[in-house]
């Protein structure tokens, strides 16, 4: 399955090109990545803060005729023009308002942005106010999902991406390469060198087994790695294959899920209680990455093993999943330690399989992700039959009946020694 050697290309964000130029198609540019995670976590929450409440479609009325909330909004101005000149902040009404420099034109009405504010908005023009999904309204009506909100990058299908041009394709190994290649050469940075075989050898065994070789493991692989006529690739790939066989790499891998899964042998409250069969679980999680359980069906069976497969004492175990938060067994307040318990497990699958922090639509429309407090109690609703078993053996139906057959026969053969005892 691909999550066994899931590689992560991590492409550090170095803010947009040309930052502090103005360059002559700054009006024109269409916004790239970095542009959207820029205007997402430095512009928006500016604007949203100290405009929207009085210029925005959600506001009641909108004063001025001026709206901030798009840019088709903010192109098209109020009553007394356009608001924004695009790669000209010293000709645009909202740069000049937000410093507050004529005395007809000071907004926020509630006191002046600080200097890094004032300056972000500066910047933001000067590049030409790219506003990531276009002329879509950023407001969310209570209630409802917004164009641009379908449009974040996060919630696209996932596509094959063309492969960059690079000036030294020969030095890309796989696809990968080539994305890390193409971004050195934008910064005008060269690659590190290859690692000597002894550095390889460490980083696969931290990587797939989160220990490090024995001196003589490093000494063979080093050999035969520098060995005439070596196949390094073939040396590569066979050490990577054996330590996916090894059983330390489950344990490896399970470590990482196992904290997504909050996985704990103890209660975590004040009594803090022992768990006695918290390991089952955990061994679950081991084997499931031991046997290369497809990730699909290692989510479903910790969502709902009893259901998918009610005669299996495995996929029983794999709903250990749900049951490892905070618990306190003389809590006098049950009904609200329960309210608790449940509101836990929905933000659970939140973070780790929606890969989505949905707590605070439990209160409110969430502020800045397009997740409504409707639908985190639909998701809350899924999980209120909940019921938490210490009781149920893990065994099939058949092993059962078997048990009970042998029980029987048992006590009838022990029942006059056990009448006379």
């Known amino acids: 399955?691909?999550?066994?050697?899931?590689?992560?290309?991590?492409?550090?964000?170095?803010?947009?090109?040309?930052?502090?130029?103005?360059?002559?198609?700054?009006?024109?540019?269409?916004?790239?990545?970095?542009?959207?995670?820029?205007?997402?976590?430095?512009?928006?929450?500016?604007?949203?803060?100290?405009?929207?409440?009085?210029?925005?479609?959600?506001?009641?009325?909108?004063?001025?005729?001026?709206?901030?909330?798009?840019?088709?909004?903010?192109?098209?101005?109020?009553?007394?023009?356009?608001?924004?000149?695009?790669?000209?902040?010293?000709?645009?009404?909202?740069?000049?308002?937000?410093?507050?420099?004529?005395?007809?034109?000071?907004?926020?009405?509630?006191?002046?942005?600080?200097?890094?504010?004032?300056?972000?908005?500066?910047?933001?023009?000067?590049?030409?106010?790219?506003?990531?999904?276009?002329?879509?309204?950023?407001?969310?009506?209570?209630?409802?999902?917004?164009?641009?909100?379908?449009?974040?990058?996060?919630?696209?299908?996932?596509?094959t991406p063309r492969l960059p041009e690079c000036n030294d394709p020969d030095w890309s190994v796989n696809p990968i390469d080539r994305f890390i290649k193409a971004r050195l050469e934008r910064e005008g940075l060269v690659?590190?060198?290859?690692?000597?075989?002894?550095?390889?050898?460490?980083?696969?065994?931290?990587?797939?087994?989160?220990?490090?070789?024995?001196?003589?493991?490093?000494?063979?692989?080093?050999?035969?790695?520098?060995?005439?006529?070596?196949?390094?690739?073939?040396?590569?790939?066979?050490?990577?294959?054996?330590?996916?066989?090894s059983p330390r790499y489950g344990e490896r891998m399970a470590r990482l899920w196992l904290d997504l899964a909050r996985y704990a042998e103890s209660d975590g409250f004040r009594l803090d209680s022992y768990r006695p069969n918290a390991w089952r679980y955990r061994d679950w999680v081991i084997r499931a990455f031991n046997r290369d359980l497809p990730f699909d069906q290692f989510l479903r069976l910790q969502l709902a093993g009893d259901e998918l497969a009610p005669d299996d004492p495995e996929s029983l175990v794999a709903t250990g999943f749900l049951c490892h938060g905070i618990y306190e067994y003389n809590q006098r307040d049950a009904r609200t330690q329960w309210d608790d318990m449940i509101n836990e497990v929905t933000d659970l699958v939140g973070d780790s399989i929606l890969a989505l922090g949905i707590s605070c639509a439990r209160c409110h429309d969430h502020k800045y992700d397009p997740i409504l407090q409707k639908d985190y109690y639909r998701l809350r609703a899924f999980f209120a039959p909940l019921m938490f078993y210490d009781d149920k053996p893990l065994a099939t139906a058949r092993e059962q009946a078997e048990y009970r057959q042998r029980l029987a026969a048992w006590e009838k053969r022990a029942g006059p020694i056990l009448k006379a005892l």
């Not at 542009?35 to 405009?51: Q, T």
């Not at 590190?192 to 797939?208: E, K, M, Y």
């Not at 490090?212 to 790695?225: H, L, V």
């Open 191 to 245: 690659p590190a060198p290859l690692a000597d075989p002894r550095a390889l050898v460490r980083r696969l065994f931290f990587d797939l087994t989160g220990l490090p070789p024995t001196p003589k493991e490093s000494d063979d692989f080093a050999a035969a790695w520098d060995a005439p006529q070596a196949d390094r690739d073939a040396l590569y790939r066979a050490l990577v294959d054996r330590l996916l066989a």
């Open 1 to 159: 399955m691909a999550w066994r050697l899931a590689a992560v290309v991590a492409i550090i964000g170095v803010g947009w090109p040309g930052r502090g130029i103005d360059p002559p198609s700054a009006q024109t540019k269409a916004p790239a990545a970095e542009d959207a995670d820029w205007f997402s976590k430095r512009v928006r929450p500016i604007l949203e803060a100290n405009c929207f409440r009085c210029h925005s479609h959600a506001a009641k009325k909108s004063k001025g005729g001026l709206m901030l909330d798009s840019r088709t909004s903010l192109l098209k101005g109020g009553n007394n023009g356009p608001a924004i000149v695009p790669g000209h902040p010293e000709k645009s009404l909202l740069i000049r308002a937000v410093e507050q420099a004529d005395d007809e034109l000071r907004m926020p009405p509630q006191g002046k942005l600080n200097a890094d504010e004032v300056a972000v908005l500066r910047q933001w023009v000067r590049d030409g106010a790219p506003w990531p999904g276009g002329a879509a309204v950023s407001v969310r009506r209570p209630g409802d999902i917004t164009a641009e909100d379908r449009a974040w990058w996060a919630f696209q299908p996932v596509r």
